[in-house]
């Protein structure tokens, strides 16, 4: 595949190699035996290299959309990373309309994602990976798009109808730790057949939870 674009592939490459690096075990800590995260969650996922890029008019190579991923699954097989052992392909934060639909449920940017989640889950899979999506336990994401709390059991529900097979959720705009280990044991429960990533919570907004800073810089597993 010839590439359109190199910091696309400069990208693909960094971000690879960061979510290897992120998914160390933490010291001390116990996991179930259930079969699950034997070894570290390795992937790619797009916050490193385009952050919350929505402008698909000026950069349509480089904004969050489906087309950005559908180009990632594509370089992470032809290039060799699925044979390394890089089997997730993550969407973070900033694929969501502004809005939920008329049901309440999340969608994605009908402009970005045209052909939505599902499709674009069933092309990552036909590919033989598998796709991370993004979640936030608060009112809003930390980019500001709708979050989850008030509406776990929908999200859970959805993201299962969509094929999801892993979920990374935020603490961004959650008002208590109360809050907050509801949300994750309520997604987790509703997501439970398939990977949940718990990241970190780094006071990067005046709008996340309070932690203390062993707390905010710890990531693990359910």
Not at 37 to 47: D, E, F, I, S, V
Request: glycine share 8%.
């Amino acid at each position: 595949m010839q590439l359109r674009n190199p910091e696309l592939h400069l990208g693909c490459a960094l971000a690879l190699r960061f979510l290897a690096l992120v998914s160390w075990d933490i010291p001390g800590a116990r996991a179930l035996d259930n079969g699950l995260a034997r070894t570290p969650t390795m992937g790619w996922l797009h916050w490193e290299r385009f952050m919350c890029n929505l402008d698909c008019q000026e950069e349509p190579d480089s904004c969050i959309s489906e087309k950005l991923f559908m180009e990632m699954a594509e370089l992470m097989v032809s290039e060799g990373w699925k044979d390394a052992g890089y089997e997730y392909l993550c969407i973070d934060d900033c694929w969501m309309a502004p809005q939920r639909d008329s049901e309440g449920r999340l969608q994605a940017d009908p402009q970005r994602f045209p052909h939505g989640i599902r499709q674009l889950a069933n092309y990552v899979h036909s590919k033989g990976l598998k796709l991370g999506i993004y979640a936030d336990v608060g009112n809003k994401t930390c980019a500001g798009f709708p979050g989850s709390f008030g509406y776990y059991d929908i999200d859970a529900q959805t993201f299962a109808d969509w094929g999801v097979d892993l979920l990374k959720f935020d603490g961004c705009y959650c008002d208590s730790l109360e809050n907050l280990a509801d949300g994750e044991s309520r997604l987790s429960i509703g997501h439970r057949e398939r990977s949940i990533f718990i990241p970190a919570f780094p006071q990067y907004t005046h709008h996340l939870c309070t932690t203390s800073s062993e707390q905010s810089q710890q990531s693990g597993r359910l």
